[in-house]
């Protein structure tokens, strides 16, 4: 296959989890393709999980770009055919006020939109919104799906700290696709649940930091596992992909492939990882949190997508990443 045989491609945010996984498969699946990185003045970043990927030399560009200012992304973004849109500014402890924080996801993304717009090439966005846009409201169901939205009033009263998340994916998501609707400009959005496997960026995920915490010992976040909904990162990038691909693609779509319990993940990491030492099943039984209603991946199911994945190889990936890089240590 020729050099970027399948035309150019943006990912912005290019140095997060799933960014950089994506990247990866893209230029695997013979894309050109360029990334945003925020601006690094004094030079102090290394790129070189990215650059040295393989291909990168010759299909790879990275730009510098910042969401306050959303026409930074034009120059990534000029002669793309499509557009993968992750770069989101993530607060944890809501030091910038969730409402700033929100103003500013929903303005830029937005402006990135337009500026997908104003380009003439691109053909249509993959915006990474998450399932954080659908879990948190009072309602009781079987199941989520693509027409459930999260309430903000609800988040606002169950979670003090860390709401400014999915209170601003909730509202940016929304917005995504009313401009879609408004403008006509192809927008699909994928909602992931708790992301785990394998990762190329320096940083520990937090999303495997949560599902991992049976093994760091991290109680504080035990409650974030009780029943919790997973998908293998390969995965996530493939439904990207695959959605991009797609030509009849439109809308949301649930990206998720297990529903797993605490219990459940103390037993599989016992077995399986004996150089820990895991909490019994009994010990978790008093537990408080979160329990997420299980997920349906349906639409992106009966799309003709196939997850490939299991829960075990989830975990081996995530570990053997974490281990290599420093985050993981035994303890026993």
């Known amino acids: 296959m020729e050099n970027g045989a399948k035309g150019k491609v943006c990912v912005t945010g290019g140095t997060g989890f799933i960014a950089s996984w994506l990247i990866k498969s893209l230029l695997e699946n013979g894309y050109s393709v360029t990334t945003t990185v925020r601006a690094d003045p004094e030079m102090r970043r290394d790129y070189g999980f990215l650059t040295n990927l393989p291909g990168a030399s010759e299909k790879l560009q990275i730009y510098h770009a910042d969401l306050d200012d959303p026409n930074s992304f034009a120059p ?5 055919i499509g557009v ?5 500014p993530i607060d ?13 996801t929903i303005e830029g993304t937005l402006g990135i939109l337009k500026v997908c717009l104003d380009s003439k090439t691109v053909r249509r966005v993959v915006y990474t919104s998450a399932a954080a846009t659908m879990q948190f409201n009072h309602h009781t169901v079987d199941f989520l ?3 459930c ?3 903000i009033d609800y988040i606002n009263s169950i979670a003090p700290l860390g709401r400014s998340y999915p209170i601003s994916k909730t509202l940016t998501e929304q917005a995504v696709l009313e401009f879609s609707q408004q403008y006509g400009l192809e927008v699909v959005t994928v909602l992931p649940t708790y992301v785990v496997g394998p990762f190329i960026c320096p940083r520990l995920p937090d999303s495997i930091r949560v599902t991992t915490s049976l093994m760091s010992g991290n109680k504080a976040e035990y409650g974030l596992i009780l029943k919790s909904n997973m998908v293998h990162v390969d995965d996530v990038a493939r439904s990207h992909i695959f959605l991009f691909e797609h030509p009849n693609a439109n809308g949301r779509y649930v990206c998720s492939s297990h529903l ?3 219990e459940e993940l103390a037993n599989l990491f016992s077995a399986k990882y004996p150089e820990f030492q895991i909490p019994s099943p009994e ?3 008093d537990v408080k949190g979160y329990i997420f209603s299980d997920v349906s991946s349906k639409k992106l199911l009966d799309a003709g997508f196939q997850y490939k994945y299991g829960i075990e190889e989830m975990f081996d990936g995530a570990i053997q990443s974490c281990k290599e890089k420093g985050y993981l240590h035994e303890t026993n």
């Open 76 to 80: 990534a973004i000029a002669g793309c």
């Open 84 to 88: 993968f849109h992750l770069a989101t």
């Open 92 to 104: 944890m402890s809501d030091k910038e006020g969730v409402e700033v924080l929100t103003r500013r």
């Open 145 to 147: 799906d693509e027409s």
């Open 149 to 151: 939205w999260s309430d």
């Open 260 to 262: 797993i319990t605490i």
């Open 283 to 285: 010990s978790l039984k």
